[in-house]
């Protein structure tokens, strides 16, 4: 008689550890990629240009060439799309290249045309990307200070405000 032995399943071998083993190289890899972008970011961050104080002094430098030589459009450009600049005690909304060189042209008339403008003193506002300056300008002889706000829009210096041309 032959007898049947009850047919036994073999056991599967449990692949747990290698469940186990790479769940580990996993995160050691992981950890040492987001150390490297960490890193990677601190330098690039690090490497950034902060602004200045004399970035804003030479934007409003290029503004007062551009206004010597008459260069209303150029002048215009490093003007805030609604900048309030002060003239005779009256506050004037320079929304157009016409405005600022009817002003301009104005005062060239009544005061004299500018004849220099130098830098005399600048500052950040605190916690912000805006600059108070001071330039003397001078005008046929006479000089006066023009005190302006200057803030940084995107990557351009621009003028707010300022109670003078």
């Known amino acids: 008689m032959n007898k049947r032995k009850p047919s036994q399943q073999q056991k599967k071998a449990s692949r747990r550890w290698l469940w186990v083993l790479s769940a580990i190289i996993g995160g050691i890899v992981l950890s040492v990629v987001g150390y490297y972008i960490l890193i990677a ?5 690090a490497d950034r240009p902060r602004p200045t104080v004399g970035d804003a002094t030479n934007a409003v430098g290029q503004y007062y060439n551009a206004i010597k030589q008459h260069d209303y459009t150029t002048a ?5 799309s ?10 004037v909304a320079m929304n157009s290249v016409n405005t600022l060189t009817t002003a301009s042209q104005t005062l060239d008339t009544q005061d004299g045309v500018i004849t220099t403008s130098t830098a005399t003193d600048g500052s950040f506002e605190q916690g912000k990307n805006r ?5 003397q300008v001078k005008r046929s002889g006479q000089s006066y200070d023009v005190h302006l706000k200057v803030e940084l ?5 621009k003028i707010l405000s300022a109670d003078g041309i």
Do not use: Q, S
Request: without cysteine; negative net charge.
């Open 41 to 45: 970011g601190a330098f690039l961050l």
């Open 153 to 157: 829009v995107g990557n351009t210096w």
């Open 131 to 135: 600059v108070d300056l001071t330039m």
């Open 76 to 80: 215009h450009t490093y003007l805030e």
């Open 82 to 91: 609604n900048a309030l600049i002060t003239i005779h005690g009256h506050p």
